[in-house]
């Protein structure tokens, strides 16, 4: 028997075919940056899930269902996806697109930040937890949170969408789109907010300006502060502040046994983990502070896809 999952990202799909014990048989990626758009991006998962079924098929591992993790909201009871950085995909039904081709296999299909959390339950750091959150820092922000052993999805599937959570004040226009602690703290954050700086600040001399303002990126923000810049420590102390307030509201919400940090910045931020953790005593409870463990991800980016594969297991009950 075998399981598929998939991870859809804002730039590729990730695919992995798995044993029930969650080893991996295949993997597989195909680039989405240059298919986005609705439709075409269906059809590119479409057409990857076909191939796989094709090669399991032949291989003898057949597939007995299917795990999809999604970059934004997964409406269970209707099957379709709100996944804002791909275009027309506001209520785009994908569970209806991709049964055409999975036809009798059973699918499921779960926002990343779950799938992440799952994927750490079953082959990551949390292992044994009940209660655990997943922090998933990259192109966005988003939180997968597992309390007495269950995803915790809200009322309408949107918890964990914590890059609007509220860290800042007074509130910007700016933050409509991100929300303030994506706006401030995320992959595409750390960049933006070098180059709102290098913008209004001529005095600045250091290694950022030896780039075109428009052209800054987070990884050029790490680098710089790797190498003792100025500007590049002053952004990436300030993310730390954000990253160990909202690790704090966490902790005080949920009494977890562990945060795991994880996505593209936890990367060249996981050495940054345990000055996390002291910002963030600074502002939590403080009993449950002491009893939490901040940790990485032992998946790094394969939580996603392992989480989706975990999620078709669960499927079959």
């Not at 094709?54 to 993790?69: H, L, R, T």
């Amino acid at each position: 028997m075998a399981l598929l999952g998939l991870d859809l990202g804002g730039t590729k799909l990730a695919l992995a075919l798995l044993k029930e014990d969650g080893s991996v048989i295949k993997r597989k990626t195909a680039q989405v940056k240059d298919t986005r758009g609705g439709t075409r991006v269906g059809q590119l998962i479409k057409g990857q899930i076909s191939d796989v079924i094709n090669y399991s098929s032949d291989s003898g591992d057949e597939i007995k269902a299917i795990g999809i993790s999604v970059p934004g909201i997964s409406h269970a009871g209707k099957g379709t996806v709100w996944a804002p950085n791909i275009p027309g995909w506001e209520d785009y039904p994908l569970l209806a697109e991709v049964s055409s081709v999975t036809k009798e296999i059973p699918v499921v299909i779960d926002s990343d930040r779950a799938c992440c959390i799952m994927g750490e339950v079953w082959k990551g750091n949390a292992r044994g937890c009940r209660d655990a959150v997943f922090l998933a820092i990259g192109t966005g922000i988003g939180a997968g949170i597992i309390i007495n052993g269950e995803i915790l999805r809200g009322s309408h599937d949107i918890a964990g969408a914590i890059g609007w959570m509220a860290l800042s004040r007074p509130f910007s226009s700016l933050y409509s789109g991100y929300g303030c602690f994506e706006y401030h703290a995320s992959g595409d954050g750390i960049g933006r907010i070098a180059r709102e700086y290098l913008e209004g600040e001529s005095s600045y001399t250091g290694k950022l300006r030896k780039k075109a303002v428009e052209k800054i990126t987070s990884y050029d923000v790490f680098d710089a502060y790797a190498k003792g810049d100025t500007l590049g420590a002053a952004v990436i102390n300030q993310c730390v502040e954000f990253w160990g307030m909202a690790a704090a509201n966490l902790v005080s919400l949920f009494n977890p046994e562990k945060i795991i940090f994880g996505g593209g910045v936890f990367g060249p931020a996981v050495s940054l983990i345990p000055v996390i953790k002291e910002e963030a005593a600074k502002w939590a409870q403080p009993i449950s502070i002491n009893q939490v463990v901040f940790d990485k991800s032992d998946l790094e980016g394969d939580a996603g896809v392992i989480g989706a594969g975990y999620l078709a297991l669960k499927r079959l009950g």
